[in-house]
């Protein structure tokens, strides 16, 4: 079954981006050998730098499972993922993930992730984003509001 979700990543990455207004990448998310999610790269589509494909199939089977969780569930990707799709793996709980391409094919076609892998190793002040503390006296007092909320839902 893993060949055939792949391939299904694959054709979503060739079908969307054969017209040049879409990044070649697809993704699929499945539960259960049933597909609940689906995304190809709409970042030029979209005007949103965070519509990666990944993202996209993310949010996808959130919205069709109703939840933010996704436990049991395994994601397929035309590519290796960046590091903020990788983040939003981890923040959906996804335990386990195929890819085809590498970053390094990525790269070659362009698509270069290896600044941002090095930048996220950086000190904030050090990165090409500046990055500036401020004071956080109200920013904690809202933590603390969080952690004496019963009905808070930790996620």
Wanted: with cysteine; glycine share 6%; proline share 6%.
């Amino acid at each position: 079954m893993h060949n055939t979700y792949m391939k299904r990543a694959v054709t979503l990455a060739a079908t969307h981006s054969l017209h040049g207004d879409n990044g070649p990448f697809g993704a699929v998310v499945v539960r259960r050998g049933e597909v609940v999610g689906e995304g190809w790269n709409r970042v030029v589509e979209s005007r949103d730098p965070t519509a990666h494909a990944e993202i996209v199939a993310i949010r996808e089977a959130c919205q069709h499972l109703g939840s933010n969780v996704l436990e049991d569930c395994v994601l397929y990707s035309s590519c290796e993922p960046c590091p903020m799709c990788l983040a939003a793996m981890y923040w959906a709980r996804i335990p386990e993930f195929y890819f085809a391409c590498t970053r390094e094919d990525a790269r070659n076609a362009g698509f270069d992730d290896d600044m941002l892998y090095r930048q996220i190793q950086l000190p904030p002040a050090d990165r090409m984003i500046k990055a500036h503390k401020m004071p956080a006296d109200e920013a904690l007092r809202v933590f603390d509001q969080w952690i004496k909320n019963p009905n808070r839902i930790p996620y």
